[in-house]
């Protein structure tokens, strides 16, 4: 008897542990939840309170600079937690590719591959 109850146990802590690996980092995040504006608060590229709107497929950055505004528009792709933007600037295309740390109804976090982050949270319009 006493052997069954730990040969139950065991089973219970594979189970258990099994379940642990299902919270990979790699997960892919809902996508919906990424649709919107976005403010940046923190961002080695982009100016604080400038603003991100996911559409499906496009991403639209605008912010202000010595007074002059400027839009960007990015085709992106989602695979599981990486973010990766395309621009044609006159001929140049510029891919970068993000990793989703955070991404909630209210906050998004971003790395990229040099490990600068990106911290923007939903903007109510």
Do not use: H
């Amino acid at each position: 008897m006493r052997g069954i109850c730990i040969a139950l146990l065991g089973s219970f802590l594979c189970v258990g542990s099994s379940g642990a690996d299902d919270k990979n980092e790699d997960k892919a995040p809902d996508q919906n939840k990424l649709y919107g504006f976005w403010e940046v608060l923190k961002s080695d590229e982009y100016p604080q309170l400038s603003t991100a709107e996911f559409k499906k497929k496009r991403l639209v950055r605008t912010y202000s600079r010595d007074g002059a505004t400027t839009e960007m528009k990015f085709d992106y792709t989602l695979e599981g937690n990486k973010l990766t933007t395309t621009i044609d600037t006159g001929g140049k295309v510029t891919i970068k590719t993000m990793t989703i740390k955070t991404l909630t109804d209210t906050s998004l976090i971003l790395v990229d591959d040099k490990g600068k982050t990106e911290e923007l949270r939903q903007k109510k319009q």
